[in-house]
């Protein structure tokens, strides 16, 4: 007998679970659905604003070198490596992150060259990056953007050289 009575009960409550879970279900699929157009919807910099970022680190990056502040070049040659992570977290459906790996073995050239602190390898290493943006401008069709070595600092109020501390 308390098995029929259980089993009505079960039967009768059944539905009432399935609603709710139904329900809560469908509220969590709409929460998620806001959140996927929050998403779509929030700032993600361009491809151009990482470039441009790198721009300027690559032009900072050769100031510092030439005027061997060493720990300011090792800094310009990260912020550099930092914004070509971000392209590749940020912009990797593009086709132009698919071949922002062959600037590599240019950092690590330009990297090798501020940690020996060596200003011949420096200019050569940095020359090297600076050919190797140009060269993967070409490949991705923006053969049109071509970089070059600075001949003016990017900013005139900061101070290049080291100084004693």
Same mark, same amino acid.
């Given at each position: 007998?308390?098995?029929?009575?259980?089993? /009505?009960?079960?039967?009768?409550?059944?539905?009432?679970?399935?609603?709710?879970?139904?329900?809560?279900?469908?509220?969590?699929?709409?929460?998620?659905?806001?959140?996927?157009?929050?998403?779509?919807?929030?700032?993600?910099?361009?491809?151009?604003?990482?470039? !441009?970022?790198?721009?300027?680190?690559?032009?900072?990056?050769?100031?510092?070198? /030439?005027?061997?502040?060493?720990?300011?070049?090792?800094?310009?040659?990260?912020?550099?490596?930092?914004?070509?992570?971000?392209?590749?977290?940020?912009?990797?459906?593009?086709?132009?992150?698919?071949?922002?790996?062959?600037?590599?073995? !240019?950092?690590?050239?330009? /990297?090798?060259?501020?940690?020996?602190?060596?200003?011949?390898?420096?200019?050569?290493?940095?020359?090297?990056?600076?050919?190797?943006?140009?060269?993967?401008?070409?490949?991705?069709?923006?053969?049109?953007?071509?970089?070059?070595?600075?001949?003016?600092?990017?900013?005139?109020?900061?101070?290049? !050289?080291?100084?004693? /501390?």
């Amino acid at each position: 007998m308390k098995d029929c009575a259980m089993k /009505k009960q079960i039967v009768f409550l059944l539905p009432i679970f399935v609603f709710i879970a139904c329900s809560d279900t469908e509220k969590m699929q709409n929460q998620i659905d806001d959140l996927t157009v929050q998403l779509a919807n929030s700032y993600k910099p361009g491809f151009g604003e990482f470039m !441009s970022n790198i721009q300027v680190h690559h032009a900072k990056l050769w100031f510092a070198g /030439k005027n061997k502040n060493w720990e300011l070049a090792a800094f310009e040659v990260h912020e550099i490596e930092e914004s070509l992570e971000a392209i590749q977290k940020y912009q990797k459906e593009r086709n132009e992150s698919q071949a922002i790996a062959v600037i590599n073995p !240019s950092i690590d050239s330009v /990297k090798i060259a501020i940690a020996q602190q060596n200003s011949i390898l420096f200019v050569r290493s940095y020359t090297g990056l600076t050919n190797t943006c140009n060269t993967c401008h070409q490949a991705v069709q923006f053969g049109f953007n071509v970089v070059k070595i600075p001949d003016t600092p990017p900013y005139s109020n900061q101070e290049y !050289s080291t100084r004693s /501390k």
